[in-house]
């Protein structure tokens, strides 16, 4: 079993809809997680990090956190055809990262 | 606030040569990443330093590669006698090392083209 594992898409969706990404962790250790946008051809930019169970709100975007299901999701409020990136998840660790593929957005006008 | 910069920005070389790229942290950040990203891919973990000793290496990191981070700053990871495999966007990450969460902010990225 992959340490971390999504779905790689592409999710496809309306503007101004709701993308909802997904994110499933092995390590039931993980305590906090951060996700990453990354567009292509570019590097990984942090974009939100969660350390609590619950929700986590950063204006359009908000982190979910369910240590029971070892399930992290980040939903995307008002989607912006520049929102359209992949999107990284990754357990918070001191000594690296491990990354799932990613999912890719898509965001239609 | 200067981020994380890297250099080369692009390299293409014949197999067999060797290669060096050049990283330098976010001021002020004991640690230091390399990863590693094909297409299609998550990057994939290389190394890491926390000032300038290198903590761990993953099994990625073939008797080919070598990095350094001599004065606990800027890092070099070097490629000898380059493969075709070895094309792929080569990352550097820094992180302050210390606090509650240990969030990683990358630089651009070298990407390698092996011919």
């Known amino acids: 079993q992959k340490e971390v594992e999504q779905n790689s898409g592409p999710l496809s969706v309306p503007e101004g809809a709701i993308a909802s990404l997904n994110c499933t962790y092995s390590?039931?250790?993980?305590?906090?997680f951060f996700w990453y946008r990354q567009y292509s051809g570019k590097s990984p930019e942090l974009i939100m990090s969660?350390?609590?169970?619950g929700d986590k709100e950063d204006g359009r975007f908000t982190a979910q956190l369910n240590k029971a299901s070892q399930y992290v999701s980040l939903l995307i409020r008002d989607s912006q055809p520049s929102d359209s990136a992949t999107y990284l998840c990754?357990?918070?660790?001191?000594?690296?990262?491990?990354f799932g593929t990613g999912t890719r957005l898509q965001v239609f006008p | 606030d200067t981020g994380v910069s890297q250099d080369p920005r692009h390299k293409i070389t014949k197999r067999g040569q060797n290669v060096t790229f050049r990283c330098d942290p976010i001021?002020?950040?004991?640690?230091l990443y390399w990863y590693r990203q094909t297409l299609g891919q998550g990057p994939e973990f290389l190394t890491y330093?926390?000032?300038?000793?290198?903590?761990?290496k993953s099994r990625l990191l073939s008797d080919r590669f070598s990095a350094e981070r001599p004065k606990g700053s800027f890092s070099t990871l070097e490629i000898q006698r380059t493969e075709q495999g070895d094309s792929a966007m080569y990352l550097c990450?820094?992180?302050?090392?210390?606090?509650?969460?240990?969030?990683?902010?990358f630089g651009p990225g070298t990407r390698l083209t092996v011919t």
């Open positions: 990450a820094s992180s302050p090392g210390t606090g509650e969460l240990g969030e990683q902010y």
């Open positions: 390590d039931r250790g993980s305590q906090s």
């Open positions: 969660i350390y609590s169970n």
């Open positions: 990754a357990p918070d660790r001191p000594d690296k990262l491990i």
């Open positions: 001021s002020e950040h004991n640690r």
């Open positions: 330093f926390q000032n300038e000793a290198q903590l761990e």
